[in-house]
Each structure stands twice: as structure tokens, then as C-alpha cells.
């Protein structure tokens, strides 16, 4: 599985963004779906989480912000940002799983920048 994610840029702070995350067509369906980030000098971490049953997880920074949604007929995964902030500046990998035979395997997107202006 291939992952490309689209939507990244500058905005200003309280501004709004929405990334989008494209998978290619496999046989096999994807599990989850998430969105992690990457800011200069720290640990990537997960902004947010969706299973295919629609499930979401969200970390604390960034919950009643931003919304992660997905589209299996597309294999899209999106993220919408909203009052975003110059701490959400990062590097935004989109992300993947699925199990093949009773083992998990994690794709990664390629990562899009985002940058929030003060």
C-alpha cells in the first residue's frame, strides 16, 4: 500500500486547513487510518486515529480542533484543521495498517509540511 498525503502549507494562526491522505487500491482493506506529526527536535506523535468502523482517537492537544474522517470508496483518510495554532507546525505523515494472515503491517505517507504563522 501506497501512501500520499496532500493539503499540507502556511496558515495563520485560527486559520483552517484539511489534509488529505490517499491510499492505493489493495485487495485487502485497511484497518486504521491516522494522521501523526513531526515538529522540529521532537518525537513524531499521533494527532489522530480513525478504525474502519469509524472509531476516533484524538490527542489531547489538538481535540475539539481538529477532525479526522475517512472515505473507504476513495481510501482516503482526511484531516481538518481548524483554530489551528504555532504549535500544530509539523511535519504530518498519514498512516496505515492492515493484517495479512494474522500480522499487522504500517504504512507511512510521505509527510506534508504544515505551518502556522503567529
Known amino acids: 500500500v501506497q501512501l500520499q498525503a496532500f493539503g499540507g502549507g502556511l496558515v495563520q494562526a485560527g486559520g483552517s ?8 487500491k489493495s485487495r485487502i482493506s485497511i484497518n486504521n487510518m491516522g494522521w501523526y506529526r513531526q515538529a ?3 518525537t513524531r506523535e499521533l494527532v489522530a486515529a ?7 482517537n484524538y490527542s489531547d492537544s489538538v481535540k475539539g480542533r481538529f477532525t479526522i474522517s475517512r472515505d473507504d470508496a476513495k481510501n482516503t483518510v482526511y484531516l481538518h ?11 504530518y505523515y ?6 495479512i494472515l494474522g500480522t499487522k503491517y504500517t504504512y507511512w505517507g510521505q509527510g506534508t509540511q504544515v505551518t502556522v504563522s503567529s
Do not use: H, I, Q, Y
Open 81 to 91: 484543521m481548524v483554530s489551528v495554532k504555532p504549535e500544530d507546525t509539523a511535519v
Open 17 to 24: 486547513l484539511r489534509l488529505s491522505c490517499a491510499a492505493s
Open 50 to 56: 480513525v478504525t474502519r468502523g469509524g472509531s476516533t
Open 94 to 99: 498519514c498512516n496505515a495498517d492492515r493484517r
Open 40 to 42: 522540529p527536535g521532537k
